[in-house]
């Protein structure tokens, strides 16, 4: 296909044309569709069905070291649920603590104890008149919304098809010590499914920050989440980095089985240095007496060990792929060529990512809404919900059935063309 | 029996050669039993195991408005979940966010809001200069442990028989802006086992505090917790009053199914007004996407309704009862009439609460554990761990078993005559 751009005014018209009565079409089939979230599907759901077995009225719910799992008591959590989470994190489990159902809330927490009791005796940061975080973008959404509910201030910074730019964090982190933290999802990111390069994890361990009390909040949840078993990104493990790197204490970081499980019953972690585990520990005896041992005992029996969760993530890995491949493909056979957009293709996580030409992702989206069809906010995926181009649009393909998605990625190309030729007649 | 203090010098003396003699006995018993703690025992939790054959994997994990538990969503909790959690608060399930496992947790995260973002909008607490808290005491514990770790100053306020020293509340209240909030324990208090009386709760409905962001913290904890199906407590629901005193958004009540199936493991909530709950959630929806809604799910499945919580209770309280009785009848029967300590007969709740002579109950917990058994540390039912009178201890005597518990109440008393005998021997 020739791009779009080299097309001539009357070109332009008549290509507007027939998309138009195209939509009308696509109207007329009053879908009913929702890409906008990270959710499973019922199918993926029903993977974990099992679990629901795997402890019953007999079961004896002591843990591996005689603790009755129905009692009150252990606030890190279960032995064999640190083990099996400290696999799944990639560190002992003497360096985690196991949560409850979900890391967002472990996020939030961390935010809010840095703000209300500080980072390691250091000031708390509602104590202090500026408190900055960098966010590499386009990211998660709900990882800006934390910052932003704080007052910290969000500094954008861009992502590379290696992570974020790190010649910016180093020069940043560096000079300002107003800047306490820097959100990542290192691993199949959110929304562009881009892994840290191993330069990159090395660059982040070798920080300089100005701020003591800086700390790396490291979300990597989409550690296990591959799409194919034979083509998988590598992540290096970044706490040893720091270790070696005599900066220990640099890095929280966070997972959970939400997507491995059932999601808001799952079990979620922290693992981070003996330093900041005490003093987590000191404010998390005061805020509860323990986490749901019972769940955790739940997960550890159905999963048994990592294997177990690496066989269960290939079954979800056969679920989401086609539906993946479903959307890619539609990108490349009706956008290929027309340079009117980009995306990548990632080999695992939750989405894709689409950078429309700048100025059209709002209409996008809004295009796609009148049509049935939802997607994340434009925006969502910048602090702010700003995006400065207006160029990004997240796509989450998990939850639709593949049928749905078919017509839904169909709408999508549609209305991404349509926008497009009217912000290309606009200059003409 | 004579009451100690009339006794002579020699009678004292020879007295504490007899108890001595008993203690070196008691002592090479080598006694391992713990009353700290208001634990459940495993016969208790044996009532809930049923509750983990309700949901296994042919089960419909929808709730009653088609939600898929098993998926992201729904920040207040689920219909039915509200629906219980209501008629065990006594209020309608729109009154109700479902939180996770621990009314704990929820009232540490709700003192945590108020510093952070404020009480329906006015100044977050965390930038005042003082912030002040009542604490009616004896109390408990982790409610002021809340408290201290955020640097609010905590102000003693007595407990009477029928509740608070309610003067002292509305006087205090009424003047100083700067305390914003009381802890409550309204039925079967920690550790008194007292119940306000219906005039104290409408004293606290009618307060008029100081500080428009003023809340009452009302954890009814023990709201379904009797020892006796023919001899219960009753407390007037507060939300209902505090309406009628035209003061609707005055208190937060939290409520939990930890002492009703498994601690750590159940469900818990918060009920307040329309204002407060949708103040409580803008903040939540940042914090997490929402709860553990299988949990919920399959302890709404499990009791059914209220009535299914009751009839769980009477079976609590069959195995409580004999228990409470046999410490309470332990120390009718060896401290009556010596007049070297007080104790109340609750009718439900999880503790007894004993006030010695003034200046001994430091010496009676370290007896105690001495000849092994461990109490509560003395002065833990003040703030600041401060009993003004090192007078109060609290004996919990639910986890262990009858036996364990007889020889527990014996040793106890033997440790408050032996204190009490040094005690009066000192003035003597």
């Known amino acids: 296909m020739k791009p779009y751009r080299e097309l001539s005014k009357e070109e332009l018209l008549q290509l507007k044309t027939e998309l138009e009565a195209r939509y009308r079409e696509a109207?007329?089939?009053n879908l009913h569709?929702?890409?906008s979230r990270g959710k499973p599907s019922a199918d993926q759901l029903d993977l974990s069905m099992g679990m629901m077995d795997v402890l019953n009225s007999e079961a004896n719910l002591k843990d591996s070291e005689g603790v009755d799992c129905r009692n009150y008591g252990v606030l890190d959590g279960v032995r064999e649920a640190k083990e099996l989470l400290g696999e799944m994190s990639e560190v002992s489990p003497d360096k985690i603590i196991i949560y409850g159902n979900s890391s967002l809330n472990v996020m939030y927490d961390t935010v809010a104890r840095a703000m209300l009791h500080g980072v390691m005796g250091h000031t708390p940061w509602c104590k202090l008149d500026k408190v900055k975080f960098l966010c590499p973008v386009p990211g998660y959404d709900r990882h800006f919304a934390i910052t932003e509910s704080f007052g910290i201030e969000m500094i954008n910074v861009p992502m590379t098809p290696t992570g974020p730019d790190m010649d910016m964090v180093e020069e940043l982190v560096s000079k300002d010590p107003a800047i306490k933290g820097i959100w990542c999802v290192p691993k199949y990111s959110n929304p562009q499914g881009i892994t840290y390069s191993d330069e990159t994890v090395r660059r982040f361990a070798r920080l300089k920050p100005a701020a003591e009390d800086f700390r790396i909040f490291?979300?990597?949840?989409?550690?296990?989440?591959?799409?194919?078993?034979?083509?998988?990104?590598?992540?290096i493990e970044i706490l040893g980095e720091c270790e070696k790197a005599g900066n220990p204490d640099l890095v929280y970081k966070f997972c959970s089985t939400s997507k491995i499980t059932f999601p808001g019953s799952g079990v979620a972690c922290i693992a981070t240095s003996p330093n900041n585990l005490q003093d987590i520990k000191k404010q998390l005896t005061i805020q509860t007496i323990g986490h749901d041992k019972v769940n955790q005992l739940r997960h550890v029996r159905f999963?048994?060990?990592?294997?177990?969760?690496?066989?269960?993530?290939?079954?979800?890995?056969?679920?989401?792929?086609p539906k993946f491949e479903a959307v890619l493909d539609t990108?490349?056979?009706?956008?290929?060529?027309?340079?009117?957009?980009s995306w990548i293709r990632p080999k695992g996580g939750y989405f894709i990512s689409f950078d429309a030409m700048e100025g059209c992702a709002k209409a996008i989206v809004a295009k796609c809404?009148?049509?049935?069809?939802?997607m994340t906010g434009a925006g969502a995926t910048y602090p702010y919900h700003r995006d400065p181009k207006d160029s990004n649009i997240r796509i989450a393909p998990s939850f639709p059935t593949k049928d749905e998605l078919a017509a839904a990625a169909d709408l999508f190309v549609?209305?991404?063309?349509?926008?497009?030729v009217d912000k290309l007649l606009e200059s003409k």
Chains 1, 2 share one sequence.
Request: net charge negative.
């Open 414 to 420: 549609l209305c991404v063309k349509l926008v497009s």
């Open 303 to 321: 999963f048994k060990d990592i294997n177990g969760i690496h066989e269960h993530m290939r079954k979800h890995a056969e679920i989401l792929r």
């Open 331 to 341: 990108l490349d056979r009706e956008l290929g060529g027309l340079e009117i957009g």
């Open 369 to 374: 809404k009148e049509a049935g069809v939802v």
């Open 218 to 235: 490291w979300d990597n949840a989409y550690c296990v989440h591959h799409l194919y078993d034979d083509d998988q990104d590598f992540l």
């Open 33 to 35: 569709l929702d890409m």
């Open 27 to 29: 109207q007329a089939k």
